[in-house]
């Protein structure tokens, strides 16, 4: 019924750039949080940054703050996170992750992406 697609992983030599994108679609009648995690092999699945529907943005890893940055386009349902000066501990599995209100419903649901690989190069 939802859907979320990320797209923009690649591989990088570190000091790189990457944009990644996550668009939600199908039976969307709202979008609330929205954030996005990372998974490196042998690791726990980690929170990056979030976003708010208001615009409020919180980055949860110190490692990452002053390189990356999360936004998104309400009126499309896309989020973003701009990734600069990349490091090889950066490589990962990128999920997006969305609270989704269905069309004719009130309830609010968790979704996941199916995931982007992001692999930087010393």
């Known amino acids: 019924q939802v859907q979320l697609v990320e797209s923009g992983g690649g591989l990088v030599q570190a000091g790189g750039s990457l944009r990644l994108s996550c668009a939600a679609s199908?039976?969307?009648?709202?979008?609330?949080?929205m954030g996005w995690y990372r998974q490196a092999p042998g690791k726990r699945r980690e929170l990056v940054a979030a976003s708010t529907s208001g615009g409020s943005t919180n980055y949860a890893l110190d490692s990452v703050k002053g390189r990356f940055t999360i936004s998104r386009d309400n009126a499309k349902n896309i989020l973003y996170l701009q990734m600069n000066s990349l490091k090889p501990e950066d490589t990962a599995v990128y999920y997006c992750t969305a609270g989704v209100s269905l069309r004719g419903s009130g309830i609010v649901s968790d979704y996941w992406g199916q995931g982007t690989q992001v692999t930087v190069s010393s």
């Open positions: 199908g039976s969307v009648f709202r979008v609330y949080d």
